[in-house]
């Protein structure tokens, strides 16, 4: 069981690829800055591959005006929730 931290946009496809090959089944993803982005609508095949397991940090989703578009299938947390996600997950690993 990890916690992913993603940072990136989804213009890195790259990234999403490398950590898509990474993640487990017991896995969570954690999209922070401009991650956010892969939380759109017009994203979701960036995050097909994670199957439904993803989270986006409302206080980065909203500073980029992205709080009320985001997808149905995207849990919404906040700074409690992030930190609720660490304790919940023995390991994290950051994609920078």
Same mark, same amino acid.
Request: aromatic fraction near 10%; charged fraction near 20%; hydrophobic fraction near 50%.
């Given at each position: 069981?990890?916690?992913?931290?993603?940072?990136?946009?989804?213009? &890195?496809? +790259?990234?999403?690829?490398? #950590? $898509? *090959?990474?993640?487990?089944?017991?896995?969570? =993803?954690?999209?922070?800055? /401009?991650?956010?982005?892969?939380?759109?609508?017009?994203?979701?095949?960036?995050?097909?591959? &994670?199957? +439904?397991?993803?989270?986006? #940090? $409302? *206080?980065?989703?909203?500073?980029?005006?992205? =709080?009320?578009?985001?997808? /149905?299938?995207?849990?919404?947390?906040?700074?409690?929730?992030?930190?609720?996600?660490?304790?919940?997950?023995p390991r994290?690993?950051?994609?920078?």
């Amino acid at each position: 069981m990890m916690l992913h931290l993603l940072n990136r946009s989804p213009q &890195f496809d +790259g990234i999403y690829w490398d #950590l $898509s *090959e990474a993640f487990g089944a017991e896995d969570h =993803l954690l999209l922070i800055e /401009d991650a956010c982005y892969a939380a759109l609508p017009a994203a979701a095949p960036s995050l097909a591959a &994670f199957g +439904g397991r993803v989270s986006v #940090l $409302s *206080e980065d989703a909203a500073s980029r005006g992205l =709080l009320e578009r985001l997808s /149905d299938g995207v849990t919404v947390v906040d700074m409690a929730g992030f930190v609720a996600l660490t304790a919940t997950f023995p390991r994290s690993l950051s994609w920078f």
